[in-house]
T-cell receptor, first 116, second 114 residues
Framework: GAGVSQSPSNKVTEKGKDVELRCDPI?????LYWYRQSLGQGLEFLIY????????KSGLPSDRFSAERTGGSVSTLTIQRTQQEDSAVYLC??????????????FGQGTRLTVV | QQQVKQSPQSLIVQKGGISIINCAYE??????FPWYQQFPGKGPALLIA?????SEKKEGRFTISFNKSAKQFSLHIMDSQPGDSATYFC?????????????FGQGTTLQVKP
């Protein structure tokens, strides 16, 4: 596709269940980000992948959160043992590095996660 | 040091007026300062961006002013229109580094009244 694709668009899960959120970045983009946006709040950084470098996981709020990026393309954000405070919109973005300089980040539509 | 502080949290402007949103940062290593616009139910989209080698960048009705010494930058929307009603986020990153993650401000909800 032409843009960043996220799936599912909406996810309702029971407290304590595990969920997986998927992100398909724009083809060729070397950088991929995950952010969390709670209702009416800003964009909270979660994790950042850049090429073959070790990911920057400094924003993950707890060890229940993990993410991987396979083959430098698709990324999956996994939340284990979900809690109600995990309810938010999870946004993925990708960008192209040119000559080592990160350029515009393109965002997907997000996955709205509701933990009941 | 990684924070970007944005103000105001919300802003109401009359059609035709000027909307001004301000951001401040601490990390002097930041060298890329974009502004994003987000409509309800959509992901943020890049509006305009600046690098610290210039003090101002203008694209149509949108202007970024950058003050490197004060570590502040602002977005000015001239002749504000109802269609500009959205949430605006400033951001900063070390774009020239493999640690170039984007750090966002808390956002400003702009309402332009007809």
């Amino acid at each position: 596709g032409a843009g960043v694709s996220q799936s599912p668009s909406n996810k309702v899960t029971e407290k304590g269940k595990d969920v997986e959120l998927r992100c398909d970045p724009i083809s060729g983009h070397t950088a991929l980000y995950w952010y969390r946006q709670s209702l009416g709040q800003g964009l909270e950084f979660l994790i950042y992948f850049q090429g073959n470098s070790a990911p920057d996981k400094s924003g993950l709020p707890s060890d229940r959160f993990s993410a991987e990026r396979t083959g430098g393309s698709v990324s999956t954000l996994t939340i284990q043992r979900t809690q109600q405070e995990d309810s938010a919109v999870y946004l993925c973005a990708s960008s192209l590095g040119r000559g080592g300089f990160i350029t515009e980040a393109f965002f997907g539509q997000g996955t709205r996660l509701t933990v009941v | 040091q990684q924070q970007v502080k944005q103000s105001p949290q919300s802003l109401i402007v009359q059609k035709g007026g000027i909307s001004i949103i301000n951001c401040a940062y601490e990390n002097t290593a930041f060298d890329y300062f974009p502004w994003y616009q987000q409509f309800p139910g959509k992901g943020p989209a890049l509006l305009i961006a600046i690098r610290p080698d210039v003090s101002e960048k203008k694209e149509g009705r949108f202007t970024i002013s950058f003050n490197k010494s004060a570590k502040q930058f602002s977005l000015h929307i001239m002749d504000s229109q109802p269609g500009d009603s959205a949430t605006y986020f400033c951001a900063a990153s070390r774009g020239s580094s493999n640690t170039g993650k984007l750090i966002f401000g808390q956002g400003t909800t702009l309402q332009v009244k007809p």
